[in-house]
Each structure stands twice: as C-alpha cells, then as structure tokens.
C-alpha cells in the first residue's frame, strides 16, 4: 500500500464541496466545520508572505469570486 498525500488544491476542493453540500442540505454544524477547515488550510497557506501571491491566483482559479468574498 502507498502512501498518498493530497494535493493542496486537491484538499480544498473537497472541503469546498463538502461545504456547499452541506449548506445546500441546511446541514448548519457541517458546513461550519468545513468553513473552519476552509479558513485553517487559508490561514496556514498565507504565513508566509512570500507565496501569497502565486496561491492566491491558484485560489482564485480554482474558485472565482471566493478570495474576492
């Protein structure tokens, strides 16, 4: 068995999915753990300074609208 590690783009459009699933369920205590989960991978991604820019673009590629939000 191999040892698969996702991608970071990867990582949010799962946790963006799961949250638009759950938000169009009414599913209110999933959809804030997927927004929590949402804003710790952005948080961690935007420490350091010096990569903010090209993942932002990535972020707003993947997501339009959603950096601008």
Not at 28 to 33: D, M, Q, T
Not at 40 to 63: G, M, P
Request: overall charge negative; charged content about 25%; glycine content about 2%.
């Amino acid at each position: 068995m191999t040892d698969h590690t996702p991608s970071l783009s990867t990582v949010v459009d799962v946790l963006t999915a799961r949250l638009e699933y759950a938000q169009s369920c009414g599913l209110a205590s999933e959809a804030k753990a997927m927004r929590e989960a949402l804003t710790a991978v952005e948080q961690h991604i935007f420490r350091d300074d010096r990569h903010a820019s090209w993942i932002n673009r990535i972020l707003e590629r993947l997501h339009p609208g959603r950096m601008s939000a």
